[in-house]
C-alpha cells in the first residue's frame, strides 16, 4: 500500500459519493417542482371553487357551472400532479453510481487492510518518532496534492 494508491481510491470515492448526491438532488428537485406546480394548480382550484360557490348563492341557477367544473378540474388535475411526484423513482443511472459507491468504498478500505497499514509505514520511517506526528504532514501534502489544479492546456 502507497500513499498514491490511497489518494487514487479517496478521490474515486468521492467522485462516487458526488454521482450520487448529484443524482438524489435532481431526483428531489423534480419532485419538489411537480409539488409547487399542484400546489398552484390546486390554489387555482380553490378559487374556481369559491368564486362558483360565491356566483351559486348570489344567483341560484346563473353562470356558476363554469366557474365549478373548472375548479374541481383543477383539483383533479393537481391529484394527478401529487402522484405523479410521489411515484417519481431514480432511474438506472442511480443504480450505478450507488454501485460505483459501493466498490469505491471496498477498494478504499482494502488499501487500509493491505500490508502493514499506512500507519505502521510511517512509525517505521520515524526511528522511534510516533506516527502522528508524521501522519499529519503527510495528510496535510494529500490534501495540498488533491486540492491543486492541473494546468489547462492551450
Known sequence: MNIHSLAKSARLYARAEALVAEIRLRIFARKMMLSVLATGVALLGLVMVNVALFN???AIWGPVWTPLMLGVANL??????LLIATSLKPGPEFAMAEDLRKASSAAFEAEFRTGQGLVAELAGLGGGSSAAQLLVP????IIGALRRKKPAAS
Request: no cysteine; charged share 0%.
Open 56 to 58: 351559486y348563492l348570489s
Open 76 to 81: 383533479v388535475l393537481a391529484a394527478l400532479l
Open 138 to 141: 503527510t495528510l496535510s501534502l
